[in-house]
């Protein structure tokens, strides 16, 4: 399975953006797609995921409220839509897959990652 990351960018604090990850190769072993942040000096941290149902999703209290997760089927493609940005949002943001039933928020449960795309929000 291939993971391909993009969007993100620079925006203003109170501002959106969106970043995107398309999945190729063997996609039908996969069931839960989930995004990852990095910020600098910092351990990677969880921040969204769904099941590829589409039935249940999941979000980090920090961007709870703010930061949208969906998918196209067709495209088998996943999208975190980030409203109302903080400075904080600042990270490199990482997609992830894993075959579970379940969502998990620990990245040592993802088996597939993405190279990773930067978000800069300036206040």
């Known amino acids: 399975v291939q993971l391909q990351a993009s969007g993100g960018g620079s925006g203003q604090a109170g501002g959106s953006l969106s970043v995107s990850c398309a999945a190729s190769?063997?996609?039908?072993?996969?069931?839960?797609m989930g995004w990852f942040r990095q910020a600098s000096e910092k351990e990677r941290q969880f921040v969204a995921a769904?099941?590829?149902?589409?039935?249940?999703?999941s979000f980090a209290d920090s961007v709870k409220g703010r930061f949208r997760i969906s998918r196209d089927v067709a495209k088998t493609t996943v999208y975190l839509q980030m409203n109302s940005l903080e400075a904080e949002d600042t990270a490199v943001y990482y997609c992830?897959?894993?075959?579970?039933?379940?969502?998990?928020?620990?990245?040592?449960?993802?088996?597939?990652w993405g190279q990773g795309t930067l978000v800069t929000v300036s206040s």
């Open positions: 992830a897959i894993n075959s579970q039933s379940t969502i998990s928020k620990l990245a040592d449960d993802y088996d597939y």
């Open positions: 769904m099941n590829w149902r589409g039935d249940r999703k």
């Open positions: 190769g063997r996609t039908l072993s996969w069931n839960v």
